[in-house]
Every structure is written in structure tokens, then in C-alpha cells.
Nanobody, 120 residues
């Protein structure tokens, strides 16, 4: 069973930065594509950023393009989300997701989330 633990959230002023981490355990990290989602109060969960299993390709939501960077360290079983130029609308609970697709299906695992609040 995959276990994901997010950390790094907190309260930050507009224009500030935070770096989220997601520690992966249970299976082979390098076999999983990783992504970050967020969910603001009263809104649906949305994809923020994703990275392939080897880290060779990334994609971002338009709202964070140029401000957020997803990366992974396969030696440390960790995925990161560097968030710069934060805005109040970035306030949400941020979730890490691991996905592995095999011939017979897709397996998704979620972390418990970490709160990010952008406010002056």
C-alpha cells in the first residue's frame, strides 16, 4: 500500500513563497507519476501540477503556470511543489497524488493534504 505524507503548508503573505513536500512510501516511487491537486472551500478539487514517473515531463494548470514548479527526487522518494508569487486565490488544501497505470488498471493514492493560506 502506498502512503503519502504532505508537509510545508502554512500561512504566507501575498507575493511570498512556500515549498510543499510529499513523502512517498510503500512501493517503488519511480514507477508512479505524481501530481499536486488543491481544493478551496466550496470548490472542486483541481489539478495544479503533474510530473511523469521519471521526471522528464511536467504540466501545470494555467492559473499557476510560471509561478509554481513541480519536481521529484526519486532517490529520496519525494515530490515537491515550489510555489512563488503566491496570491490569495492560491489558498486551499493541497493534496499529493500518486498514480500508476498498468495493463489491467490504474491505481491512485492520495495524501491527507496540507493547508496553504495566502493572506496579509
Amino acid at each position: 500500500q502506498v502512503h503519502l505524507v504532505e508537509s510545508g503548508g502554512g500561512l504566507v503573505q501575498p507575493g511570498g513563497s512556500l515549498r510543499l513536500s510529499c513523502a512517498f512510501s510503500g512501493f517503488t516511487f519511480s514507477s508512479y507519476a505524481m501530481s499536486w491537486y488543491r481544493q478551496a472551500p466550496g470548490k472542486e478539487r483541481e489539478l495544479v501540477a503533474a510530473i511523469t514517473s521519471a521526471g522528464g515531463s511536467t504540466n501545470y494548470a494555467e492559473s499557476v503556470q510560471g509561478r509554481f514548479t513541480i519536481s521529484r527526487d526519486n532517490a529520496k522518494n519525494t515530490v515537491f511543489l515550489q510555489m512563488n508569487s503566491l496570491k490569495p486565490e492560491d489558498t486551499a488544501v493541497y493534496y499529493c497524488k500518486a498514480r500508476r497505470s498498468v495493463a489491467w488498471g490504474t491505481y491512485d493514492y492520495w495524501g491527507q493534504g496540507t493547508q496553504v493560506t495566502v493572506s496579509s
